[in-house]
């Protein structure tokens, strides 16, 4: 059982990058699919999450209006698509498989059961 996380980079302030997570297994399609990015010496926090049948959407504030979570479960993927990327989103992003569908519960990483290796993501000034 596995998550794959891949599509980090480098990218000028502005510029936009697309993250993709591959799920092992068509049983990920039941859970919860979530972002999270942490910077060096930061926690790990909460950038954006989507329900199973990709009808409920939620951001962190900082996402809100620049990044786009969608899942496509006949591929068992999902993907974050990151626009007007600024410095501050430098981090290394994980993807992330949960069963908890409380709300109040996603925005943290204890709801999410499953973890991809994280992808790095550089934007420059």
């Known amino acids: 059982v596995q998550l794959q996380a891949s599509g980090g980079g480098l990218v000028q302030a502005g510029g936009s990058m697309t993250l993709s997570c591959a799920a092992s297994e068509r049983s990920f399609n039941n859970y919860v699919r979530g972002w999270f990015r942490q910077a060096p010496g930061k926690e790990r926090d909460f950038v954006a999450a989507?329900?199973?049948?990709?009808?409920?959407?939620y951001y962190a504030d900082s996402a809100k209006g620049r990044f786009t979570i969608s899942r496509d479960n006949a591929k068992n993927m999902v993907i974050l698509q990151m626009n007007n990327l600024e410095p501050e989103d430098t981090a290394v992003y994980y993807c992330?498989?949960?069963?908890?569908?409380?709300?109040?519960?996603?925005?943290?990483?204890?709801?999410?059961?499953?973890w991809g290796q994280g992808t790095l993501v550089t934007v420059s000034s």
């Open positions: 989507i329900f199973r049948n990709g009808g409920r959407t």
């Open positions: 992330a498989a949960g069963g908890s569908t409380i709300l109040s519960q996603i925005y943290y990483p204890s709801a999410y059961n499953y």
